[in-house]
């Protein structure tokens, strides 16, 4: 299975500034994801990064609060924008490659002050 | 859409046996997955099911049924290290998008 780095681990971030997370995989996959974690709850999916194309977001998530770039089958970064108290949260990349079981990058605790 | 339920909660002690149930719906299915999260840490791999039927890596078992839409984890011979949180997650047929149920935290206690 692949292996993924995902940094910064923590940040502690004031309110209107922007914060960007990056993944790096150990192989190329096909398509990455980005997923926001309340702590103590669920996954919710923000977005599919696709190389050479526009990512693909969920509801209620849009590209100008979180853009992605994709630069190659084996990178991508999430930046968040305009951070709020609310964008406190974890967030945590994944690779597609294989439905049998996604690697997940180690996440990214956010905290805005 | 998609939609998973399992329970929020379950205690049980060293050595005991666990299920956690999934019911899911779903307008798109490929299998249905689980994971495995330590506090603090990422989500791990866990078991995938794309068949009816029950799949069998050591402690772990997971059970799928497509025509119920239903799904189970089976956590055999409970150790203190098995506390952590576990999530069913549809891979649904968009994509390869992983949709996650709310998550059953899971407490051994010795």
């Known amino acids: 299975s692949a292996v993924i780095s995902q940094k910064p681990s923590r940040d502690i971030c004031q309110r209107g500034t922007s914060l960007t997370i990056q993944c790096q995989v150990d192989?190329?996959?096909?398509?990455m994801f980005w997923y926001r974690q309340q702590p103590g709850q669920s996954l919710t999916l923000i977005a599919t990064?696709?190389?050479?194309?526009?990512?693909?977001?969920e509801s209620g998530f849009v590209i100008d609060k979180f853009p992605i770039s994709r630069p190659n089958l084996t990178f991508s970064t999430l930046t968040v924008s305009n951070l709020s108290p609310e964008d406190s949260s974890i967030y945590l990349c994944?690779?597609?490659?294989?439905?049998?079981?996604?690697?997940f990058g180690s996440g990214t605790r956010l905290t805005v002050v | 859409g998609q939609s998973l339920e399992q329970p929020s909660e379950v205690t049980a002690v060293e050595g005991a046996i666990v299920q956690i149930n999934c019911t899911y719906q779903?307008?798109?299915?490929?299998?249905l997955s689980w994971y495995q999260q330590h506090d603090g840490g990422a989500p791990t791999f866990l078991s995938y099911?794309?068949?009816?039927g029950l799949e069998e890596t050591g402690r772990f078992s997971s059970f799928l049924s497509r025509s119920d839409s239903y799904g189970y984890l089976l956590l055999q011979e409970l150790q203190m290290k098995d506390s952590a949180s576990y999530f069913c997650?549809?891979?649904?047929?968009?994509?390869?998008?992983?949709?996650f149920g709310g998550g059953t935290r899971v407490l051994v206690k010795p």
């Open positions: 994944s690779d597609g490659g294989q439905l049998r079981g996604y690697t």
């Open positions: 192989s190329q996959v096909t398509m």
């Open positions: 990064a696709n190389q050479g194309s526009e990512a693909t977001y």
């Open positions: 779903t307008s798109g299915f490929y299998g």
């Open positions: 099911n794309a068949l009816d």
């Open positions: 997650a549809v891979v649904g047929a968009a994509g390869n998008k992983l949709t």
